[in-house]
């Protein structure tokens, strides 16, 4: 008898659900799509630079401003990364960070709390959302794009019951109340502290949250099953791996970072509107995409969703430097979503 008729078959992966894709092989091909991002970064940049005249896209400080309004987008795409790995789909961290905003004004402002009780009060909210998403989707089986759609539009009613849809800023509170000035001090210092190079303080934050996402990802046992489950369900069940559990943090942490980013950019700006974080919704997901996650779950990685988030910014803040108009920001967006999701579809058949 042959070798070939008695050698045993490669071993499926249950970590992506790709039969006999040694990890090394996916390493290969994740540090293939990062590489490509970077070159295609550098490319936007050489083009960019090339038609600012005069040059103002290449200079110190458009970077820092780069940075300052990636910070947003990566943070909540770093928890919607979480939430595609393990096989899911999350629609309501735009509306859950408008509510996260929302609730942390209105009960610093409105009702008097101290901040520093007003804070937990978001991300309770937000523990809220993500358990009530998870229990939706893992108990009752429905699908998670119709749960998230569902749930960020009660959610987004919420804020506007909530807020009585006004803007609210601590400089103008309500007649009768006051926010202490040590209070306000030490909330915008949050977002704009002053920090050597002028280095935005958001940007320090979303490098924490990318070195914890990172680890997760990565380096832990967590991170492997998040993307076991997602990659390859079945086999995952059959491990019997805490299925439900690990939905239920991944949906938490979603909505508890895209509360953390609502907390920030208040922090930042100094007001908030009812409906601050409707329009996260595609450059979120297009990060996430464009970063290399796979919408049929099971793989993703926190460096790709930070260069993701990176090269939508820089295109952004080209376009606007050249006075392109938001038409055509939308457009180029959009396109590259595409690509990136064309590119996925074309690598996963050529692994198969």
Same mark, same amino acid.
């Given at each position: 008898?042959?070798?070939?008729?008695?050698?045993?078959?490669?071993?499926?992966?249950?970590?992506?659900?790709?039969?006999?894709?040694? *990890?090394?092989?996916?390493?290969?091909?994740?540090?293939?799509?990062?590489?490509?991002?970077?070159?295609?970064?550098?490319?936007?940049?050489?083009?960019?630079?090339?038609?600012?005249?005069?040059?103002?896209?290449?200079?110190?400080?458009?970077?820092?401003?780069?940075?300052?309004?990636?910070?947003?987008?990566?943070?909540?795409?770093?928890?919607?990364?979480?939430?595609?790995?393990?096989?899911?789909?999350?629609?309501?961290?735009?509306?859950?960070?408008?509510?996260?905003?929302?609730?942390?004004?209105?009960?610093?402002?409105? *009702?008097? *709390?101290?901040? *520093?009780?007003?804070?937990?009060?978001?991300?309770?909210?937000?523990?809220?959302?993500?358990?009530?998403?998870?229990?939706?989707?893992?108990?009752?089986?429905?699908?998670?794009?119709?749960?998230?759609?569902?749930?960020? $539009?009660?959610?987004?009613?919420?804020?506007?019951?909530?807020?009585?849809?006004?803007?609210?800023?601590?400089?103008?509170?309500?007649?009768?109340?006051?926010?202490?000035?040590?209070?306000?001090?030490?909330?915008?210092?949050?977002?704009? $502290?002053?920090?050597?190079?002028?280095?935005?303080? $958001?940007?320090?934050?979303?490098?924490?949250?990318?070195?914890?996402?990172?680890?997760?990802?990565?380096?832990?046992?967590?991170?492997?099953?998040?993307?076991?489950?997602?990659?390859?369900?079945?086999?995952?069940?059959?491990?019997?791996?805490?299925?439900?559990?690990?939905?239920?943090?991944?949906?938490?942490?979603?909505?508890?970072?895209?509360?953390?980013?609502?907390?920030?950019?208040?922090?930042?700006?100094?007001?908030? $509107?009812?409906?601050?974080?409707?329009?996260?919704?595609?450059?979120?997901?297009?990060?996430?995409?464009?970063?290399?996650?796979?919408?049929?779950?099971?793989?993703?990685?926190?460096?790709?969703?930070?260069?993701?988030?990176?090269?939508?910014?820089?295109?952004?803040?080209?376009?606007?430097?050249?006075?392109?108009?938001?038409?055509?920001?939308?457009?180029?967006?959009?396109?590259?979503?595409?690509?990136?999701?064309?590119?996925?579809?074309?690598?996963?058949?050529?692994?198969?």
């Amino acid at each position: 008898m042959s070798d070939n008729a008695t050698a045993a078959p490669p071993a499926p992966s249950t970590a992506t659900g790709q039969p006999g894709q040694p *990890w090394s092989g996916r390493a290969l091909a994740a540090g293939r799509r990062i590489g490509g991002l970077v070159i295609a970064i550098l490319i936007v940049i050489v083009i960019f630079t090339a038609l600012s005249k005069p040059n103002t896209f290449l200079t110190f400080t458009n970077a820092l401003g780069v940075m300052r309004s990636m910070s947003t987008i990566a943070i909540v795409a770093l928890g919607l990364t979480l939430v595609i790995v393990v096989g899911e789909i999350d629609l309501s961290f735009g509306y859950m960070y408008g509510l996260a905003s929302i609730l942390i004004g209105v009960a610093w402002i409105v *009702w008097g *709390w101290p901040i *520093w009780a007003a804070i937990p009060l978001a991300f309770v909210a937000a523990f809220g959302l993500g358990a009530i998403n998870a229990t939706l989707v893992t108990l009752l089986k429905i699908p998670s794009f119709i749960v998230t759609l569902g749930t960020g $539009q009660l959610v987004f009613g919420t804020t506007l019951l909530v807020s009585n849809t006004a803007t609210l800023n601590p400089a103008y509170p309500p007649v009768g109340k006051v926010v202490p000035e040590g209070e306000v001090a030490w909330f915008f210092s949050l977002s704009n $502290q002053e920090l050597p190079f002028d280095i935005p303080a $958001q940007a320090i934050w979303m490098l924490g949250v990318a070195i914890v996402i990172g680890f997760i990802l990565s380096r832990s046992l967590f991170g492997f099953r998040l993307k076991a489950i997602g990659g390859n369900p079945a086999a995952a069940e059959l491990a019997r791996l805490p299925i439900v559990k690990y939905k239920f943090a991944a949906f938490i942490i979603s909505a508890s970072l895209a509360s953390l980013a609502a907390l920030l950019d208040f922090a930042f700006i100094g007001s908030v $509107q009812p409906n601050a974080g409707v329009s996260l919704t595609f450059p979120v997901f297009a990060a996430v995409i464009i970063g290399g996650a796979s919408l049929a779950g099971g793989r993703g990685t926190a460096i790709g969703t930070i260069s993701g988030a990176l090269l939508l910014a820089i295109i952004a803040n080209g376009l606007a430097l050249l006075s392109a108009g938001s038409y055509l920001s939308n457009f180029v967006s959009g396109a590259v979503a595409i690509a990136a999701v064309v590119l996925d579809r074309f690598t996963q058949s050529l692994r198969k």
